[in-house]
């Protein structure tokens, strides 16, 4: 099955700093990868995601960026802002199945 | 909006006791999920189920049950509560297929539960 390792663990910033958020992969037939985001006392909810036929996909102030050779992908955020202090979960299918296995979280803490 | 209902935000439950946890989704979706929360370990799977009275076990299936008897609810069931189950329980949801097609999955708001 996938093994999905996510860092950092934690990651404090100032506000208006940059973050960024790392997974790697084990199953080279994954080709899907979601980010999730999860605010305290809520479920995770889907910020972005990308495929693996594309090397980056940017929202606003967030972008993903994705090494199939490498395996790994990584969430950007630029320009933090407090309002963006949450859990971060990466995830990635194994080669044929709906299942996720999601990172352990990024717990990522913007101070203002 | 999909919605993802959760009927219990928190509970607190003595040891031995049987819990049932429910879930429902509003969105026609065809897999639902439950996963477990714990600070340090992420989401892991308990158990899901791609139709109506068919389950699968996830990574952690030891001390659950689960039941899908309408397409729109799943719940989960402890027979016997222990203290190691005291956690946040996530119930999920998501259209059929692949995760490969973009299927998101959404998430509820969580159950909090504690064993005493």
Same mark, same amino acid.
């Given at each position: 099955?996938?093994?999905?390792?996510? !860092?950092?663990? #934690?990651?404090?910033?100032?506000?208006?700093?940059?973050?960024?958020?790392?997974?790697?992969?084990?199953?080279?037939?994954?080709?899907?990868?979601?980010?999730?985001?999860?605010?305290?006392?809520?479920?995770?909810?889907?910020?972005?995601?990308?495929?693996?036929?594309?090397?980056? *996909?940017?929202?606003?102030?967030?972008?993903?960026?994705?090494?199939?050779?490498?395996? !790994?992908?990584?969430? !950007?955020? %630029?320009?933090?802002?407090?309002?963006?202090?949450?859990?971060?979960?990466?995830?990635?299918?194994? +080669?044929?199945?709906?299942?996720?296995? $999601?990172? =352990?979280? %990024?717990?990522?803490?913007? !101070?203002? | 909006?999909?919605?993802?209902?959760?009927?219990? =935000?928190?509970?607190?439950?003595?040891? +031995?006791?049987?819990?049932?946890?429910?879930?429902?989704?509003?969105? /026609?979706?065809?897999?639902?999920?439950?996963?477990?929360?714990?600070?340090?370990?992420?989401?892991?799977?308990?158990?899901?189920?791609?139709?109506?009275?068919? *389950?699968? *076990?996830? /990574?952690?299936? @030891?001390?659950?049950?689960?039941?899908?008897?309408?397409?729109?609810? $799943?719940?989960?069931?402890?027979?016997?509560?222990?203290?190691?189950?005291?956690?946040?329980?996530?119930?999920?949801?998501?259209?059929?297929?692949?995760?490969?097609?973009?299927?998101?999955?959404?998430?509820? @708001? +969580?159950?909090?539960? #504690?064993?005493?």
């Amino acid at each position: 099955g996938e093994n999905v390792e996510q !860092h950092p663990s #934690t990651l404090s910033v100032q506000e208006g700093d940059s973050a960024v958020i790392k997974c790697t992969y084990s199953d080279s037939a994954s080709n899907y990868f979601p980010w999730y985001k999860q605010e305290l006392g809520k479920g995770p909810q889907l910020i972005i995601d990308i495929r693996s036929n594309v090397g980056e *996909k940017k929202d606003q102030r967030i972008a993903v960026t994705l090494n199939k050779t490498a395996k !790994h992908f990584s969430l !950007h955020i %630029t320009e933090t802002q407090p309002e963006d202090s949450a859990v971060y979960f990466c995830a990635a299918p194994s +080669g044929g199945s709906y299942i996720p296995t $999601f990172g =352990r979280g %990024t717990s990522l803490i913007v !101070h203002p | 909006d999909v919605k993802v209902t959760q009927s219990s =935000r928190y509970l607190v439950k003595r040891t +031995g006791e049987k819990v049932f946890l429910e879930c429902v989704q509003d969105m /026609d979706h065809e897999n639902m999920f439950w996963y477990r929360q714990d600070p340090g370990l992420g989401l892991r799977l308990i158990y899901f189920s791609y139709d109506v009275k068919m *389950k699968e *076990k996830g /990574d952690i299936p @030891e001390g659950y049950s689960v039941s899908r008897e309408k397409k729109e609810r $799943f719940s989960l069931i402890l027979e016997s509560a222990s203290t190691n189950q005291t956690s946040m329980y996530l119930c999920a949801s998501s259209f059929a297929g692949t995760v490969h097609s973009g299927n998101t999955i959404y998430f509820g @708001e +969580g159950s909090w539960l #504690t064993v005493v």
